[in-house]
């Protein structure tokens, strides 16, 4: 079973049922843009370069590959339906493949929640161990301790330049004889060839979770919450942090209940649409341009 799946089969305890703003039934809300301030490319494509983790000339974009299987937990029944399927229409509209079954083995997302944020890290590090790795352990861990209230992180792999998963091999590329084999299968990227211009690989995520404090949601709309989960979900590499004052409008900053923006903006749209419209072993250097003409294009 899928790490993910095995964590939410615990998780009731801990989980939440928050007093939010609005819950509506999916089959009846349209989703819309908003934010009234429009930048010229010039300015956001500076305000991509400084509000992404991602600006390597070596290191290759990080998104979603594999189809997105989403599993949302911690509100009535109702809500979490709604917010599962609003994300899931922001990731089709973004060019995001989603799974045709989605079932427990298959789930690639979670977003979470919960009353006590980090009793369900504990129960992570504990029963999962694998699902958050060691130095997002300790970035979480300071997130806790400035009392967060929200808990993001994405586990990568390493696929082929096409996006595709790697072959795995019991053997040692390039060796010969009684030395060569392994005592398990790793993957091999068998097409990648060195090169001056282009990685030979791609990076995906394998899992993205987000844990938000249930407190944190009082007032707040289920389309918000959606929009926000949509963002830190498929675009780990748009950082909330680091967004300032004259930047473009984004749902991601700030996320509280009584500012910021309420719904998917311009600006977010655009940076989604480049994001999974640049090829998929493109450097990260190419995002904020992309990002720029992609806005622009929204006039």
Known sequence: ?????????????????????????????????????????????????????????????????????????????????????RVETNAAEAGVNLAEVCGDGRVNALLLVVRDPAAVVDMIIAEQPDLIALPDRNRVAALLAEGAPVLHWANEEV????????????????????????????????HGRARRVGATHARGIRSTVVIIDADWLVGMDLERVADYATMRLLAPGLRPDLHAEGYPPSVIAPFAAEAGEGELTRFNRAYLAALYDLRPNAPATRLAAAVAQSYDGER
């Open 1 to 85: 079973m899928n790490s993910c799946c095995k964590l939410l089969v615990a998780l009731p305890l801990v989980l939440a049922t928050p007093a939010l703003g609005q819950q509506q039934d999916s089959r009846d809300s349209d989703i819309t843009v908003q934010g009234s301030v429009v930048r010229e490319p010039a300015e956001v494509r500076e305000a991509v370069q400084h509000i992404t983790s991602e600006n390597g000339v070596d290191e290759p974009l990080l998104r979603m590959f594999a189809p997105l299987c989403l599993s949302v937990s911690g509100m009535p029944r109702s809500a979490n339906d709604f917010v599962r399927e």
């Open 159 to 190: 696929l082929s330049e096409h996006g595709g998963r790697l072959a795995l091999s019991d053997s040692v590329v390039g060796a010969t004889g009684s030395a060569a084999s392994l005592n398990v299968s790793v993957p091999v990227n068998t």
